[in-house]
């Protein structure tokens, strides 16, 4: 089951290429699912009814407070201010064929036609119905709108003109839950309270069958190929009926496991997506649709760092509760493999080499592990020399080599090949090291601890170059050279500072970013939500709205994140610049355009990347 929403799911419906499913829910959310994995792609978007354009690259709201929304598919960006209009709840909204028009259907016993570019209407409030409009569609030449009323009436409006081209179409003894057209456009199939499903001639108005469902909330679906009619059935609403749309002859039922509130069908014709009561989504083969299929995997617990490998292809996570790394498909969200398993306490740092062909972890068992990520096994035995809880790791450029720092304050360079310490302990540090790095030529590294001061250290010679402080209010949450080695990134809380190691002195970097990104991410989170590619300084996208990030990880082209301060699972967006490349630009300030001054910082917050019981277990 496909778990997220807090209440009963209200829509359902397949991207147009199959691989997504969007749900939306009485919690006036919507959430857009990977219709292999089960995982969330997408949410939450702010609406209790949803649909997508032919295109698969608008998606379309509305609300119980009578407004409509239009998104980006791929990344949830408003495309429109809301659309007003309706006097009463949206239950229903349609994108025409072309996606250049939109109808909606509301509580207060109207459809209105809007214009999809502008959000304007385009015609006169389509009036006739005397109670609620609960479904509207558009016929597939995209010339008539159909819609269903709480009246038990049917009506058939003219696209362009907005006059009914039928009479209404009565038949049901009770209100219209659902409508739909079939492909070839020449009939449409009605569910409602009363329990029956009914089959209409679209040119005529002509009532052509009368299928009894035993149901007071039909959902009704027609297959890709027309031939066959799909409903939820059942008292209980817990069975799925097929029925030949020309004979009327059931083709089969079958019983699910609980009450179900809307269905789809995907554009094969091979799978349902069925929304549930509780709020839960399920995927059911319709060849079998008796067996569900799995969901992706999540965290038991609170997702403490995640790290994507240099191709962009995996995701390497660990949770606060759980003593093993997952290694997620960038792609699908599903797992690529069973857990590493090897630490015996918590893991508090994972990187990749930058070749991608190793992963090193480090615990609050003293340990560093060192995989290869794609048989999972361990390439060397455990590194110990540490004597506290181990808090960072990073690989050398080359790989050959890690650094690590740790509770106690000690940092230690490591053979990553022979198991072999290089040198004893540099020591200098009296707190938590937060945070380590390579020079990008290997030939110096880097410390941060808690009390806020950095250290450079010489490989070659073993011995500490230079110390300065970061002055901020907070600790380093972490550090990176500059890709030519010049300047020292220091991420303090929602603050950049950089030391320019040729003048040798600090500069200020505006607090745009992130509180919990690397200024090496390829790609970083504004705190307005902005998503911003490093590279080129422009704007790629925009989180969807109530997504409050707590972790993330970035590769070029797509960014990984958890929600929420104890999130146990991994959303993924994808970021094809040809879709989401704005003319806006991230003001990003030179590094050495503005001195050093002192901020004032927001010292109600001790921003830390760890949480109090998370510092607890490292020191």
């Avoid at 996606?99 to 459809?111: E, L, P």
């Avoid at 329990?195 to 297959?223: M, N, P």
């Avoid at 995996?314 to 949770?319: D, K, L, N």
């Amino acid at each position: 089951m496909l778990q997220g929403h807090q209440d009963m799911v209200e829509s359902v419906v397949f991207f147009p290429d199959g691989t997504r499913i969007m749900s939306s829910s009485y919690d006036n959310t919507i959430r857009v699912w990977d219709a292999t994995s089960g995982a969330t792609v997408l949410g939450s978007l702010i609406g209790n009814i949803a649909t997508v354009s032919c295109d698969g690259q608008r998606i379309l709201s509305g609300s119980q407070n009578s407004s409509i929304r239009m998104w980006v598919a791929i990344a949830g960006i408003e495309t429109l201010p809301p659309l007003q209009g309706h006097t009463g709840r949206i239950f229903s909204v349609a994108f025409s064929p072309d996606a250049t028009r939109i109808a909606s259907g509301s509580k207060d016993q109207t459809v209105r036609v809007w214009d999809a570019t502008s959000g304007f209407t385009i015609m006169e409030t389509l009036r006739g119905h005397e109670d609620e409009v609960r479904s509207v569609t558009f016929t597939p030449d995209g010339r008539r709108i159909v819609s269903g009323s709480w009246d038990k009436t049917i009506r058939i409006w003219d696209a362009t003109l907005g006059v009914e081209i039928l009479h209404p179409l009565h038949g049901h003894e009770l209100g219209i839950f659902s409508v739909a057209v079939s492909p070839d456009g020449n009939i449409i199939a009605s569910g409602s309270r009363d329990g029956t499903i009914r089959v209409w001639d679209v040119t005529t108005g002509s009532q052509r069958l009368v299928l009894s469902a035993e149901c007071k909330r039909h959902t009704v679906v027609f297959f890709p190929d027309g031939e066959h009619i799909a409903a939820t059935i059942g008292y209980s609403s817990n069975k799925i009926g097929v029925w030949d749309a020309i004979s009327g002859a059931q083709v089969y039922v079958s019983a699910v496991h609980k009450p179900m509130s809307c269905l789809a069908i995907s554009p094969n014709g091979e799978q349902f997506a069925i929304g549930y009561d509780d709020g839960t989504v399920g995927l059911w083969d319709v060849t079998r649709p008796d067996e569900d299929i799995p969901n992706m995997a999540t965290h038991s617990g609170s997702i403490v760092v995640m790290a994507f490998s240099p191709d962009g292809r995996y995701i390497a996570s660990c949770s606060y509760q759980e003593f093993s790394i997952r290694l997620w498909d960038a792609q699908s969200g599903a797992q690529a493999m069973a857990p590493l398993q090897g630490h015996k306490e918590h893991i508090w740092s994972l990187v990749f080499s930058r070749d991608g062909k190793l992963i090193a972890s480090c615990s609050s068992d003293t340990t560093i592990r060192v995989w290869d990520p794609v048989s999972g096994a361990e390439t060397l035995s455990p590194l110990r020399g540490h004597e506290r809880p181990i808090s960072c790791v990073a690989f050398s450029p080359d790989g050959t080599r890690l650094v690590s720092g740790s509770a106690r304050g000690n940092v230690r360079l490591w053979d990553a090949k022979p198991n072999a310490l290089i040198i004893p302990p540099l020591r200098g540090h009296k707190e938590l090291i937060r945070s380590v790095a390579f020079s990008p030529d290997g030939t110096r590294a880097v410390s941060g601890c808690g009390e806020g001061l950095i250290r450079i250290w010489d490989i070659a010679s073993r011995t500490e170059t230079l110390s300065f402080s970061a002055r901020c209010n907070s600790y380093p949450m972490s550090l990176a050279f500059s890709p030519d080695g010049r300047y020292i990134f220091v991420k303090c809380w929602q603050m950049m500072r950089a030391w320019d190691t040729y003048k040798a002195c600090l500069t200020v970097i505006p607090s745009y970013i992130h509180a919990s990104c690397t200024f090496s991410d390829p790609i970083i989170i504004t705190p307005d939500a902005w998503i911003v590619d490093v590279a080129t300084q422009r704007i790629i996208g925009r989180l969807p709205s109530m997504v409050s990030v707590h972790r993330y990880a970035a590769s070029k082209t797509s960014i990984a994140f958890t929600t929420g301060e104890r999130g146990s699972t991994i959303f993924i967006m994808h970021f094809p610049s040809t879709v989401l490349t704005s003319p806006m630009t991230w003001n990003q300030h030179s590094y050495e355009t503005e001195p050093f001054e002192e901020e004032e910082e927001d010292t109600d917050s001790d921003g830390a990347d760890f949480s109090d019981e998370e510092d607890k277990d490292l020191n």
